[in-house]
């Protein structure tokens, strides 16, 4: 009985691998600008505008050197299943705080400091952010995001 047992439990380990693979995915490449400079560093964050559930694939990026980003969804640079998004950006600057605001947090000799975002919060939330962009399969390249402050 055991053997059948254990035969059982190893075929319910496979069977989540079979199946459907999930969406499709696009490679999908794209450019973030901000005053027409690269915004190096920034995050950016597609949010589907027809799938609230938290189980939502979202694919997001680093923005690179010349501006230029790859989206991810599941493995790195793997793209996006087509549809209409809601970007969010968020631009993290690091502000150093003084030494002794750091030493009095407790913080004696630690690099401490606030995080803010370049952009004032403005694109960070998909309920107010106003970039909007659409993946189409076939595409591979989205329409440059420019940013003006």
């Known amino acids: 009985m055991r053997p059948a047992f254990m035969w059982f439990m190893g075929v319910l380990l496979v069977l989540p691998g079979c199946g459907t693979s999930g969406p499709k995915l696009q490679p999908v490449r794209g450019e973030l600008f901000v005053n027409k400079q690269p915004a190096k560093g920034a995050l950016v964050v597609f949010h589907p505008v ?3 559930r938290v189980s939502a694939i979202r694919p997001s990026a680093e923005v690179q050197e010349d501006g230029s980003f790859s989206l991810t969804s599941i493995k790195p640079r793997d ?3 087509e549809g209409d998004y809601v970007v969010t950006v968020s631009w993290p600057v690091q502000k150093a705080t003084s030494m002794a605001a750091i030493k009095g947090m407790g913080g004696e000799g630690e690099s ?3 995080t803010t975002d370049r952009l004032g919060d403005r694109y960070r939330n998909a ?4 970039i909007r962009r659409k993946i189409t399969l076939g595409t591979g ?3 440059r995001i420019d ?3």
């Open 50 to 52: 027809n799938d609230n």
């Open 147 to 149: 940013i003006q402050q």
């Open 112 to 114: 401490k400091g606030a």
């Open 127 to 130: 309920g107010s952010s106003t």
């Open 79 to 81: 793209g996006a299943p």
């Open 141 to 143: 390249q989205i329409e």
